[in-house]
């Protein structure tokens, strides 16, 4: 069965940095997608960075030149590494496999999500 298990999560000060780690089972990283996406209290999900099967990266205005998305595909893992911290990104950060642009939640695979929460 196909699981995605994120973790890294945590509280940090405005300015900090973390790292989530997204591990894998049963997900082809040579054919799918992957993707970070946060959803914020109160507001709807957001795409954070998307890493292609070919290894294309892609980030949200809000996230490129702070955040990095990486991955290990011997281990089928996904990182995303976060700087400078904004109080504005707390949220809970979700990993998701395999784009599906004809479902309506884009990815064909979810993890449970991992808390981000930057105090000022």
């Known amino acids: 069965q196909v699981q995605l298990v994120e973790s890294g999560g945590g509280s940090v000060q405005a300015g900090g940095s973390l790292e989530l780690s997204c591990a894998t089972s049963r997900v082809n990283f040579r054919i799918c997608d992957m993707a970070w996406i946060r959803r914020a209290p109160g507001k709807e999900r957001e795409l954070v960075a998307t890493?292609?099967?070919?290894?294309?990266?892609i980030y949200a205005d809000f996230a490129r030149g702070r955040f990095t998305i990486s991955e290990d595909k011997a281990e089928t893992t996904l990182y995303l590494q976060m700087n400078s911290l904004k109080t504005e990104d707390t949220a809970i950060y979700y990993c998701?496999?395999?784009?599906?642009?004809?479902?309506?939640?884009?990815?064909?695979?979810w993890g449970q999500g991992t808390q981000v929460t930057v105090s000022s």
């Open positions: 890493i292609t099967d070919v290894g294309t990266t």
């Open positions: 998701a496999a395999c784009r599906d642009p004809k479902s309506a939640q884009m990815y064909t695979h």
